[in-house]
């Protein structure tokens, strides 16, 4: 039941707490899971391979220590790369035409997480300041710890937040309401239960390890149901975003007309009426 | 005052409690309401019915008997269709064909409801259940009786959500929030006031009939309104979704280039000044 | 430090409180803030200008007086020019023509607030009624006092709103949840408690003073941001609505290629290090 | 190998002059086939049963007599109805409304020809004006005799082209371009032979019983190949107009997910080594 | 018939060679025509006020003097202004906004001739580069004459064109075809009978004199026409390009619901009845 | 001035037959360079290398030998994979998972030649079916040999062309016109006449020889103007398609921001005075 080759990583641990269940956990606590060069790589790496992994069937990804979900970036090293600030060579142009691929390179590393096919529960605590919010907005599903601070940090390095927060807040927290504009535009520090309020986290929950605990409970829970069905959601509500009621429909018919063509349609339906648990065929 | 020919059906009530105001009752109760085949055509017919009926201006929707709003599809009836599970003849890509177009027949019907140029009112109450979470986000208003037991079905049933709910809850509920993927992926059973915390419902009401009651009364209130604002405004509102803002300004002054040019805007300011409650023709 | 040159305005107040702040101040009290023909005009010429102005990186808006942000438009003035009810010379589709015009013309000025460059607070209080919606979803933060009586009223005027609510309520209050459904198509009055629940406006205070007190000390604060960063977000944030991830991450992509290239973020990061408070170029 | 019942009208004959083909004719020759009320719902009610049939792969679609392949909207009958021109009763307002749905369900039964799931073989000669443009923009192919007489006639009676033409022109015919502007503003009649020029046609055959062969030939051989390939293709290639590449790639994999599992391929496959026409299984 | 005031400018003639045509004419053959600072807001400021002048119906577009349309941007004025080459104040990020304002404002200058409510002709001939693109892309219809020399010629001055043909040339010419990517990339001069080919121009005219006398002569034509017609015609077929046809035709019906209750369609039957040319009221 | 590393692959070839002129030539003649698995892998590596490499400023893309740019999939290896025909395990839902994984992952590789920054001239000969078109539709200018054959033969081997053609051919080739639709649904062979004459291609050359020295010519003359502007204006006009208007005038202002404050404006203007030949820096 155990996934054959989880794929390592120096700056992050990946774990199988339970059948079906991953554990991401971002592992850099000495400098509060704060993310330097190697660990966009990384992170990339490890959800395409999650993805696709037929052993699994729903994620939870923390950081490692009390301290820190993760810090963001790790402004002391990027201040010395060329890219913050713009000091590398060649004129205007040639440096936002540098600037541009590596965003994109950073961005690409985020969406693995928005991309994944199978659900990805955030579970934050401690510090989650920018690039951890970027990480939180790409996952589905999002608890914290009661003690969390939030902070859309950007603003306060002197430029607007480019890997992800900007262009998925708006998607998961209601649309641009007053509260994503005041929090984006002024970087200040939010607690737990104002992202509840603001409908930015589903729970909050008291002390790192029960946030895991229940975390992976409902990752759990989540991996009882048929595959199918749950990356079916996924995808098809994703493709909601930004598009319209009617096209989303269309697609929703296109993707089942294959998908409803499964055993576990039979499987769950038998064993509802059995009030067994069923069990799915790997995906 | 009351409309000349109210639609008949079988499995529905269709009442007018009050002028202009027609109540619509999901009618199976043995069943929990559940939607049997006949019943998806009924509801097309009812709807696009009432749509352009003069005598309507706001409709309430709502499921007979105290056990449910609706437990959704008629699991056990579409078990024995080659629909689900794709047991019919043909190859996978004949099978898919029947499949999708099974679906876009479906949603159609649900869309009925949304496409309604009048104002509906869900009443939810009981048991509500995949569909009736589809019939609902189809709906504008969604006001819950104070015990109702919702569940995003399907994923238990083995299949991603294809006629409505997964196209229009990230519309009604504040977009793609992690409560929102929490209930879709997991199928979990979630309360009134749970519904009511996350914008999904506006209104909690303690006891069927005044949550009827209450229904009827907005919906009374609501017909007292010009229906050439109430309906431009229904129709203004959706088609905001999934496009730009500058699309729905210019949308918008197409719109009211007609509509402006109505009686109702003088008969309203008139009846503003004199303190009276207007009348308006029908439309 | 304070702009050479303010804007000259008969019905409006243009001030600045603070550094980089301007108070913009909707000033007609004696006929409750409502709006007649050249007031529009004003706007648009005032929001244009601030802008681009350089000393300038926050804005506030409210009303004069303690009775109205603003009653909206005057619609005893409205009622004698011939656009509303289209008694203009002329078929009905040359009175379309001209109320179309007429229309797009009004959106343009409340529009004018939307695309101002800087982020702008509404500071709403007292009778908040149809126009005074439109502004303050054109507007990215709202703060409510504590007795404002909101009111999205056109549909009480016979006409569907036309100048931005339909547009812009959508995106800053979560989508089209059941509670911006019913207050629309009601025109019911809602408190500012009601509107904190809803995710319309992000802060309570009680008493003007207050209100217009802590409105200044946000802006003030975001005005302590890089202006770089903080015009950025809004735009970006902006540019989300009713379009993808995909390409909203590419836009930021594109827009922070040349905007990283700022001083602004060298002096952030050293201010950061040296705990001090970071002076940025005007913008 | 002839569909067992093929749609009865009163205005159109339908026929099926080869296997898998079907022939549908507008069938009024004394008033140039002109549209009369009943046709729209004969129209609709045609396309809408061949869309399914499994005894069906392609259409063509062509005019009764010599002299047109329609004149268009018999504006004779039009103008003793109340919409156009709108003298129904009500006010402006109530007025529009009527006639919006009346333009909406025409939109509606020339849609079914597009929405039709086989290819669509527009075979037009003589006179092919007003609904003539609108019907053959919803087909999928359009060869024209060489004496064809074309107009986008609606400037002509005083109204801008609204069942189709205006929004499926640009689609077919290479967008926006001078001519499409120029014939659409001017109502000017062109040629077939300037219709092949600007790629609005893409054959022009001398003699209509020639045209009619062609038509039937080509619609013959598309009927040789694969329906699950062939559907598929118009069904993707018409998802692609006004969505992005991106949205189009992606919905192309859902779609061949399940339509490449089929036995054509396989039966295509063997049949192209065995150098033998295949046979496929009625879809 | 003659307009009563036309619009004043230095380096524009404007006159009405014909009843209900405007004939605006580049002025400045001592420079080719090409476009110094003033220029912009001298073609805005006319455009915008025939677009709404009740006196037009259509206006044509030519430049003066025998030598060229216009040879584009006025290269040596503007590179001793600060915006080409960033050469401005500040730092990067603040001349990139400096910059991007006033690609704005040219853009928006140049979009007045295609906002414009009335249909415009561009009559091309002579040198037309660079911006002489530009602003027969906004145009609604393009006529040249036989020896006009092309160029997208921004290429060759080091930048991408900005002032919109890269946003209109695929709209306007057929999507991005080969022949578009090969002359914006290059820079290379094409012809007028290369244009023809590629759908650029609708026509081709021997003689500057004989091209003026067809433009004015199709917009004499276009001029009879109904101008709800022709004008509605020009709205719903620019907000075809980037949208679905279903939005389109839901577009489309809203638009005629007020503008087929016009008189323009009984004058216009019958006058065809009658065979007599109709006139029209003003719009 | 010939890069450093030129990528390496055993299907390909890539030589620099010029300065900044990269020649790509699909090698596996003896199979009319159809493609085997490993090619698709090989692909996506020397374009996304390609894409960045700053030694190079254009590329061209050909088949080795005189038979065939290519025969598209190697249908033979592919009858033998179980993706085609979905002969792999699990059911139905559980093969389209796969299918749909393995359709996007050829999507990619064929997307890297349409997403690599510097402009692809597809030089087309012989065969070219299939794939050939999808790989052509993804690149920017596409020229063709006299004799050249083209398919999109997809159909003729039971499916819908599904990596690329569907979603790109009605942007290169004028959108869905009659011609498009042809040759999609029949499959049938046509000429490279018939590709000039619809659009499809820009140029037809006679001999292959003469053929490649002419898109090397064009290639070279590209690389003597500014990248700079050259990558823009790709970047720009590719972003055009399925957008709005408005949507590309701001994106290609934010671009320009950044990317007018080159260098290469002034070498190109001075250049153009001095009648010399520009140099531009490296990008």
Not at 226 to 233: D, N, Y
């Amino acid at each position: 039941m155990s996934p054959s080759s989880l794929p390592n990583a120096k700056f992050f641990n990946v774990t199988t707490p339970a059948p079906f269940v991953a554990h991401v956990e971002i592992n850099r606590p000495s400098k509060m899971n704060a993310f330097c060069a190697p660990m966009w790589i990384e992170l990339k790496g490890i959800f395409d391979h999650l993805s696709t992994d037929p052993d699994l069937r729903c994620i939870v990804l923390s950081g490692a220590g009390d301290r820190a979900f993760t810090a963001g970036l790790d402004v002391q090293e990027a201040s010395q790369s060329s890219t913050l600030g713009g000091s590398g060579p060649g004129d205007t142009a040639r440096k936002a035409t540098s600037v541009r691929r590596h965003i994109l390179e950073l961005q690409d590393a985020v969406s693995s997480v928005a991309r994944c096919e199978k659900p990805v529960i955030a579970l934050v605590h401690g510090i989650t300041f920018g690039l951890g919010i970027d990480l939180s907005t790409a996952c589905d599903i999002r608890m914290a710890e009661t003690n969390t601070k939030f902070s859309v940090k950007e603003v306060d390095i002197g430029l607007a937040a480019d890997v992800g927060t900007l262009s998925r807040l708006p998607k998961v927290a209601g649309g641009l309401t007053s509260w994503v504009k005041e929090i984006t535009l002024s970087a200040r520090v939010f607690s737990a239960e104002e992202a509840l309020k603001n409908n930015f986290v589903s729970r909050v929950v008291s002390g790192k390890a029960e946030l895991i605990k229940q975390g992976i409970e409902l990752a759990k829970y989540i991996s009882t149901k048929s595959p199918v069905a749950v990356q079916g959601t996924k995808n098809i509500l994703d493709a909601a975003w930004g598009r319209t009621v009617e096209d989303n429909l269309n697609y929703t018919a296109v993707w089942n007309a294959a998908m409803i063509q499964s055993t576990d349609v039979s499987r769950a339906m038998l064993s509802g009426l059995q009030k067994k648990t069923p069990t799915f065929e790997k995906l």
